[in-house]
């Protein structure tokens, strides 16, 4: 069975950072679709990044040059670094285990697999 797990959110100030965690299990974790997508309250999904099969990694604009994604094949997580954290990175951050894989947004797909999300909130 295929699972994804995110774990790390929590509260932080503005300016501050968070590193999430995505632990995988049930599929060849260094040639997957991974993606990291958010979601406000009261807002659609928000694509946040891509890490393709073959390892290259995009942003959204909004987290480029904040956010980092690295990757630890041994353990099968993939990681977000996130610095200079502001209220509007304020979501519920999910990875998704990508069935179509599109660098600068979210294909979304049926058999997605997705986590069952961690909350990040970013006071001012």
């Known amino acids: 069975e295929m699972k994804v797990m995110e774990s790390g959110g929590g509260s932080v100030q503005a300016g501050g950072s968070l590193t999430l965690s995505c632990t995988t299990s049930g599929f060849p974790f260094s040639s997957a679709c991974i993606y990291w997508i958010r979601q406000a309250p009261g807002a659609t999904l928000e694509w946040v990044s891509t890490?393709?099969?073959?390892?290259?990694?995009s942003y959204a604009d909004s987290v480029k040059g904040r956010f980092t994604v690295s990757r630890d094949n041994a353990r099968n997580t993939l990681s977000l670094q996130m610095d200079s954290l502001k209220p509007e990175d304020t979501a519920e951050y999910y990875c998704?285990?990508?069935?179509?894989?599109?660098?600068?947004?979210?294909?979304?797909?049926?058999?997605?697999?997705r986590g069952q999300g961690t909350q990040v909130t970013v006071s001012s």
């Open positions: 890490r393709d099969t073959v390892d290259h990694i």
């Open positions: 998704v285990r990508g069935t179509w894989c599109c660098s600068g947004r979210y294909c979304q797909r049926p058999n997605d697999v």
